[in-house]
């Protein structure tokens, strides 16, 4: 597989303030993300984990997996995730958004979306593994899904974008600190969707 999307400058930062969101559509083309989405929907060892939500403990609405280096767990929602190794697919994915993002990612926290239903609620990606300002990109492939941002200290300030096949969205700087974001349900007949999050964990 090749790459044919090539950025020179990145897009405009989807945030008015307190931190950086970068939206690159079509960061791989339609038959790439066809060919990656096939091959991770096959390999990948997806699951469905119990987290825990306001004191109760309820299941993912989604299925997730984490893949990685050698020893970087990953804990959130009270749960502890340990990688599998990276497959090749993986393994491209991650070089072309590392060429990207300046940033070498020691893990990947993938999502499959099987259908409207299943969703990710509000939240920031800050536990203290990541650092105080992580830089996360995020791999769309298949369906389009409706992404929101939320302010956290101003839950009146919002920004929703369609992340579409192929997209990557990069966010970083006060980002995670100051903004919350979900991929809410639809009743809209929608497809399967692959989002894989890469992250680089700085503490074990």
């Known amino acids: 597989m090749l790459q044919t999307s090539l950025f020179t400058t990145p897009p405009t930062n989807i945030l008015p303030f307190d931190g950086e969101a970068y939206c690159y559509e079509h960061f791989f083309d339609a038959a790439i993300a066809a060919q990656l989405f096939a091959q991770l929907q096959e390999e990948v060892a997806w699951k469905q984990e119990p987290i825990v ?5 309820v299941m993912q ?40 993002a300046q940033q070498n990612f020691t893990t990947a926290l993938l999502n499959y979306y099987r259908n409207g239903q299943d969703s ?6 800050n536990e203290p593994s990541l650092g105080k300002q992580p830089c996360i ?6 369906a389009t899904r409706k992404f929101g941002f939320k302010h956290h200290a101003d839950k009146k300030t919002g920004i929703s974008i369609p992340l579409t096949n192929g997209s990557l969205l990069l966010m970083k700087g006060l980002t995670q600190q100051c903004w919350l974001h979900a991929i809410p349900k639809t009743m809209l007949p929608v497809g399967e969707r692959i989002n894989i999050t890469f992250r680089t964990i700085v503490t074990e």
Request: with cysteine; proline share 5%; net charge positive.
């Open 61 to 100: 609405p989604r299925l997730t997996a984490l893949y990685g280096d050698p020893n970087k767990t990953y804990c959130y929602s009270g749960i502890t995730m340990q990688p599998h190794a990276w497959t090749n697919a993986l393994l491209f994915i991650k070089q072309q958004v590392e060429s990207i």
């Open 53 to 57: 939500l306001f004191g109760k403990q």
């Open 137 to 142: 990109a995020s791999v769309s492939l298949g």
């Open 120 to 125: 990710m609620g509000w939240h920031r990606d």
